[in-house]
Protein backbone atom coordinates (compact mmCIF):
# COMPACT_ATOMS: atom_id res chain seq x y z
CA UNK A 1 0.00 0.00 0.00
CA UNK A 2 2.85 2.11 0.65
CA UNK A 3 5.22 1.19 -2.05
CA UNK A 4 5.93 4.41 -4.28
CA UNK A 5 4.76 3.36 -7.81
CA UNK A 6 1.29 1.85 -6.21
CA UNK A 7 0.80 5.61 -4.46
CA UNK A 8 1.56 7.32 -7.72
CA UNK A 9 -0.62 5.22 -9.88
CA UNK A 10 -3.11 5.86 -7.15
CA UNK A 11 -2.60 9.30 -7.28
CA UNK A 12 -2.96 9.61 -10.73
CA UNK A 13 -6.45 8.05 -10.23
CA UNK A 14 -7.46 9.94 -8.17
CA UNK A 15 -6.55 13.50 -9.53
CA UNK A 16 -8.14 12.23 -12.92
CA UNK A 17 -11.08 11.44 -11.18
CA UNK A 18 -10.86 14.90 -9.52
CA UNK A 19 -10.65 16.04 -12.81
CA UNK A 20 -13.62 14.40 -14.05
CA UNK A 21 -15.93 15.32 -11.34
CA UNK A 22 -15.34 18.97 -11.38
CA UNK A 23 -15.98 18.52 -15.52
CA UNK A 24 -18.93 16.25 -13.76
CA UNK A 25 -20.35 19.52 -11.65
CA UNK A 26 -19.58 22.37 -14.51
CA UNK A 27 -23.05 23.20 -15.38
CA UNK A 28 -24.19 23.69 -11.78
CA UNK A 29 -21.01 25.56 -10.82
CA UNK A 30 -21.89 27.89 -13.90
CA UNK A 31 -25.45 27.90 -12.53
CA UNK A 32 -24.60 28.93 -9.06
CA UNK A 33 -21.90 31.73 -9.84
CA UNK A 34 -24.50 32.86 -12.47
CA UNK A 35 -27.80 32.59 -10.24
CA UNK A 36 -27.18 32.07 -6.59
CA UNK A 37 -23.50 34.43 -6.20
CA UNK A 38 -19.79 34.08 -6.89
CA UNK A 39 -19.38 33.07 -3.11
CA UNK A 40 -20.69 29.51 -3.17
CA UNK A 41 -19.31 27.93 -5.78
CA UNK A 42 -17.01 26.36 -4.18
CA UNK A 43 -19.25 24.66 -1.85
CA UNK A 44 -20.78 22.86 -4.95
CA UNK A 45 -18.51 20.06 -6.30
CA UNK A 46 -18.90 18.17 -3.35
CA UNK A 47 -16.98 14.51 -4.38
CA UNK A 48 -14.39 15.86 -6.76
CA UNK A 49 -13.23 17.72 -3.76
CA UNK A 50 -13.28 15.17 -1.67
CA UNK A 51 -11.39 13.11 -3.97
CA UNK A 52 -8.92 16.49 -3.82
CA UNK A 53 -8.25 16.29 -0.31
CA UNK A 54 -7.09 12.26 -0.49
CA UNK A 55 -4.85 12.93 -3.07
CA UNK A 56 -3.31 15.98 -1.35
CA UNK A 57 -2.67 13.15 1.14
CA UNK A 58 -1.14 10.74 -1.10
CA UNK A 59 1.48 13.56 -1.99
CA UNK A 60 2.56 13.43 1.73
CA UNK A 61 2.44 9.67 1.66
CA UNK A 62 4.67 9.38 -1.38
CA UNK A 63 7.07 12.28 -0.22
CA UNK A 64 7.26 9.92 3.39
CA UNK A 65 7.97 6.97 1.27
CA UNK A 66 10.93 8.76 -0.48
CA UNK A 67 12.39 9.78 2.79
CA UNK A 68 12.13 6.02 4.07
CA UNK A 69 14.17 4.89 0.78
CA UNK A 70 16.74 7.39 1.61
CA UNK A 71 16.63 6.42 5.46
CA UNK A 72 15.06 9.51 6.55
CA UNK A 73 12.60 9.18 9.70
CA UNK A 74 9.38 10.02 8.54
CA UNK A 75 7.02 8.99 11.43
CA UNK A 76 7.17 10.97 15.21
CA UNK A 77 6.57 8.77 18.19
CA UNK A 78 2.67 9.36 19.00
CA UNK A 79 2.09 12.47 20.88
CA UNK A 80 4.88 14.15 19.68
CA UNK A 81 4.90 17.53 17.49
CA UNK A 82 2.25 20.37 16.99
CA UNK A 83 -1.14 19.23 17.58
CA UNK A 84 -2.38 21.16 14.29
CA UNK A 85 -0.41 20.84 10.93
CA UNK A 86 -1.66 21.62 7.15
CA UNK A 87 -0.85 18.34 6.50
CA UNK A 88 -3.56 17.27 9.35
CA UNK A 89 -6.15 19.48 8.36
CA UNK A 90 -6.28 17.60 4.93
CA UNK A 91 -5.80 14.43 6.13
CA UNK A 92 -9.25 15.30 8.70
CA UNK A 93 -10.95 16.65 5.24
CA UNK A 94 -9.90 13.42 3.54
CA UNK A 95 -11.19 10.87 5.49
CA UNK A 96 -14.57 12.89 6.25
CA UNK A 97 -15.37 13.92 2.93
CA UNK A 98 -14.47 10.52 1.27
CA UNK A 99 -15.90 8.64 3.80
CA UNK A 100 -19.03 10.76 3.64
CA UNK A 101 -19.48 11.70 -0.02
CA UNK A 102 -18.60 8.07 -1.02
CA UNK A 103 -21.48 6.27 0.55
CA UNK A 104 -23.47 9.77 0.00
CA UNK A 105 -23.61 9.09 -3.58
CA UNK A 106 -24.19 5.49 -4.29
CA UNK A 107 -27.40 5.92 -1.75
CA UNK A 108 -28.96 8.22 -3.86
CA UNK A 109 -28.41 6.88 -6.96
CA UNK A 110 -29.82 3.68 -5.20
CA UNK A 111 -32.37 5.86 -3.34
CA UNK A 112 -33.77 7.65 -6.61
CA UNK A 113 -34.04 3.90 -8.25
CA UNK A 114 -35.74 2.56 -5.65
CA UNK A 115 -38.66 5.49 -6.68
CA UNK A 116 -38.05 4.71 -10.18
CA UNK A 117 -35.29 6.62 -11.78
CA UNK A 118 -33.22 4.75 -14.09
CA UNK A 119 -29.45 3.76 -13.61
CA UNK A 120 -27.68 4.44 -16.51
CA UNK A 121 -24.09 3.31 -17.01
CA UNK A 122 -22.58 6.22 -15.99
CA UNK A 123 -24.26 6.05 -12.72
CA UNK A 124 -22.59 2.56 -12.45
CA UNK A 125 -19.02 3.70 -12.78
CA UNK A 126 -20.08 6.34 -10.14
CA UNK A 127 -21.24 3.94 -7.79
CA UNK A 128 -17.84 2.06 -8.11
CA UNK A 129 -15.16 4.96 -7.93
CA UNK A 130 -17.38 6.61 -4.99
CA UNK A 131 -17.63 3.20 -3.31
CA UNK A 132 -13.98 2.96 -3.86
CA UNK A 133 -13.43 6.94 -2.39
CA UNK A 134 -15.35 5.16 0.91
CA UNK A 135 -13.12 2.00 0.92
CA UNK A 136 -9.39 4.27 0.23
CA UNK A 137 -10.07 6.62 2.60
CA UNK A 138 -10.70 4.22 5.67
CA UNK A 139 -7.54 2.08 4.02
CA UNK A 140 -4.91 4.73 4.53
CA UNK A 141 -5.93 6.95 7.42
CA UNK A 142 -3.91 4.42 10.05
CA UNK A 143 -1.19 6.06 8.22
CA UNK A 144 -2.33 9.65 8.19
CA UNK A 145 -0.22 12.51 10.99
CA UNK A 146 -3.33 14.01 11.98
CA UNK A 147 -4.85 14.61 15.18
CA UNK A 148 -8.48 15.55 17.15
CA UNK A 149 -7.96 18.96 16.26
CA UNK A 150 -7.35 18.70 12.38
CA UNK A 151 -10.44 16.62 12.54
CA UNK A 152 -12.78 19.63 14.73
CA UNK A 153 -11.55 21.52 11.61
CA UNK A 154 -12.49 19.08 8.80
CA UNK A 155 -15.85 18.67 10.83
CA UNK A 156 -16.53 22.14 10.73
CA UNK A 157 -15.95 22.93 7.70
CA UNK A 158 -18.00 19.84 6.43
CA UNK A 159 -21.27 21.25 8.54
CA UNK A 160 -20.72 24.20 7.34
CA UNK A 161 -20.74 23.28 3.83
CA UNK A 162 -23.97 21.10 5.02
CA UNK A 163 -25.77 23.88 6.13
CA UNK A 164 -24.91 26.47 2.83
CA UNK A 165 -25.88 23.54 0.48
CA UNK A 166 -29.66 23.38 1.48
CA UNK A 167 -30.17 26.76 2.92
CA UNK A 168 -28.48 28.71 0.04
CA UNK A 169 -30.14 25.32 -2.32
CA UNK A 170 -26.56 24.50 -4.07
CA UNK A 171 -26.63 20.75 -2.92
CA UNK A 172 -25.53 18.45 -5.88
CA UNK A 173 -28.58 17.42 -8.70
CA UNK A 174 -30.87 14.33 -7.33
CA UNK A 175 -32.33 11.94 -9.13
CA UNK A 176 -35.93 13.16 -10.52
CA UNK A 177 -37.95 11.59 -7.72
CA UNK A 178 -35.94 12.60 -5.21
CA UNK A 179 -36.71 16.38 -5.05
CA UNK A 180 -39.72 15.09 -2.92
CA UNK A 181 -37.61 13.77 -0.58
CA UNK A 182 -35.26 17.04 -0.15
CA UNK A 183 -35.82 17.40 3.66
CA UNK A 184 -35.09 13.31 4.30
CA UNK A 185 -31.82 13.79 1.83
CA UNK A 186 -30.86 16.80 4.34
CA UNK A 187 -30.91 14.66 7.11
CA UNK A 188 -29.45 11.29 5.58
CA UNK A 189 -26.47 13.98 4.31
CA UNK A 190 -25.78 15.25 7.92
CA UNK A 191 -25.71 12.06 9.45
CA UNK A 192 -23.19 11.00 6.90
CA UNK A 193 -21.33 14.04 8.14
CA UNK A 194 -21.06 12.69 11.74
CA UNK A 195 -20.52 9.15 10.33
CA UNK A 196 -17.61 10.55 8.49
CA UNK A 197 -16.28 12.73 11.50
CA UNK A 198 -16.64 9.40 13.50
CA UNK A 199 -14.11 7.19 10.88
CA UNK A 200 -11.47 10.32 11.33
CA UNK A 201 -11.62 10.55 14.81
CA UNK A 202 -11.04 6.68 15.19
CA UNK A 203 -8.71 7.43 12.63
CA UNK A 204 -6.49 9.50 14.93
CA UNK A 205 -6.37 6.55 17.38
CA UNK A 206 -5.44 4.10 14.77
CA UNK A 207 -2.86 6.18 13.02
CA UNK A 208 -0.95 7.03 16.61
CA UNK A 209 -0.72 3.48 17.68
CA UNK A 210 0.78 2.83 13.71
CA UNK A 211 3.26 5.34 14.79
CA UNK A 212 3.88 3.66 18.18
Same mark, same amino acid.
Given at each position: ?????????????? /? @? !???????? =???????????? !??????? /??????????? %???? @? =????????????????????? !? %????????????????? /? *?????????????????? $??? #??? #??????? %????????????????????????????? $????????????? =?????????? !?????????????????????????? *????
Amino acid at each position: MLSPWFLQALLWVN /V @L !GTLYGYEW =YRGQLVRTWNEY !GEWLVVF /VPDSPTASLFF %SITI @L =YLIRDASRARRGVETLKPAGS !G %SPLSWRGVWEGLAVITQ /V *KYGIWAVSIIFWGASQGD $TIV #WQE #WMLVASH %SAMAIEALLYMRFYRFTALAVAIGAAWTL $TNDYIDYAFGVFP =YLPAPLYDNV !GEVQLFTVSLSVLGIACAFLGVRLAA *KYRV
